[in-house]
Structure formats: structure tokens, C-alpha cells
């Protein structure tokens, strides 16, 4: 098992995220992040760099674009034990991630509100997100990824159990939940789609 060194955290739903940052960071885990999150976790004292320091590039257009960059996804789908991808992170200085937590923009509480608009709920249409998670998903062999803030407890405490490491086992499963999470997440924008009439919809006048 491989000790989890840096940890990509970028959440909606940021239950428990500041006690995650604070049991990753007292174990030596630098912590990467993105806008509110990050700036929910630099107000608790707890060190975290912003993904646009590790890149190089800022977040840019309304925020839509932040994740989506080589340097991250290098960093995540790089196989530890094939030598070629860990030349080439050498050579285009890609850290390595090892851990991923991130959860979705609440597309299904959006849509459910009285008068919400097809320009409201194409803004909560996350990209970067599932993109992360299917990144590390496909990964598991090497990365952790946590979807769900009901599971930072057991990874936390794997991580205490195993000098900062996860089984592989765990990260299988946590892939599993991550694909059936957007999978859910996805049908959820099929349908409301479905139900959107462009003959009369305002967005389209």
C-alpha cells in the first residue's frame, strides 16, 4: 500500500470537509482545492494550496472551468507501477494525487424548485466534477476517491490504520459508489431534459 501524499478536495456539500482537512493535513497530506471549498478550509486554519497554483492556470469563466487541466488529471490517471507515465510526469513536473474528494452541484435540488429556469439548471450541470471522479474511479488501483462525506470516517481511519494508506478493496468499492453516483446523476439531467418542450421554452425565444 502506497501512503496517500496529496489530496484534491472540491465539494458542494461540505459536510465534515473542514474535520477531513484537518485529519489529512495532521498526516502530512498536502491538500489541493478549488474556490469556496478551498476557502472554507484556509479559514480553518488548516494549509491548502489552489488548484490554479498547481496548474498554473486560473479559474476561469465563471468558475467553469478550474479541474480540467493536464496537470490534474496527469496526476491522477498515471499508472505508479508503468514506468513511461511516471517518465512523463517527470518530465512535465506532474505531482502525483493519490486521493480525490469531491461531490456534485445539486442539479436534483435545483430542478425541484418552483419556477426554476432551463438557464438555472444548465449552470448547475457539473462538469469538472464527475470528471474528477471518473478520473480516479478508473484509477482505484492507485487513487482513493470519496464521493460521499458519510465515508471520510472508515477512509480516515484506514488511513490510521494502514501509515497513511488505503486497502484496495476499500478503493474498489469506493470506485463502484462513484459510478453509481454518476450514473444517477447524469439520469437525473437526461430526464429533466426530457421534459423541456424547446418549441416553448423561453430559452430558446
Do not use: C
Request: glycine share 8%; charged share 25%.
Amino acid at each position: 500500500m502506497t501512503k496517500i501524499k496529496r489530496a484534491l478536495i472540491s465539494v458542494t456539500d461540505k459536510t465534515g470537509v473542514v474535520a477531513l482537512a484537518k485529519e489529512l493535513e495532521n498526516m502530512g497530506v498536502e491538500i489541493v482545492s478549488t474556490g469556496g471549498t478551498a476557502r472554507v478550509i484556509r479559514e480553518a486554519d488548516v494549509s491548502v494550496k489552489d488548484v490554479a497554483d498547481l496548474t498554473g492556470f486560473p479559474e476561469m469563466m465563471d468558475g467553469r472551468v478550474k479541474t480540467l487541466h493536464p496537470i490534474v488529471h496527469g496526476g491522477i490517471l498515471a499508472l505508479r507501477d508503468n514506468a513511461g507515465h511516471m517518465q512523463q510526469m517527470e518530465d512535465h513536473a506532474i505531482p502525483s494525487i493519490d486521493m480525490v474528494v469531491v461531490n456534485l452541484y445539486a442539479f436534483e435540488k435545483t430542478v425541484a424548485k418552483e419556477g426554476v429556469s432551463l438557464a438555472d439548471a444548465i449552470e448547475n450541470i457539473d462538469i469538472g466534477g464527475p470528471t474528477l471522479l471518473r478520473s480516479s474511479a478508473k484509477n482505484f488501483r492507485f487513487v482513493t476517491v470519496v464521493v460521499d462525506p458519510s465515508d471520510y470516517s472508515k477512509v480516515l481511519g484506514e488511513m490510521k490504520a494502514n501509515d497513511g494508506a488505503t486497502t484496495l478493496t476499500t478503493r474498489f468499492e469506493l470506485a463502484r459508489k462513484v459510478f453509481i453516483t454518476t450514473n444517477k446523476y447524469d439520469k437525473a439531467i437526461a430526464g429533466y431534459l426530457e421534459g423541456i418542450d424547446p418549441r416553448k421554452d423561453t430559452y430558446f425565444i
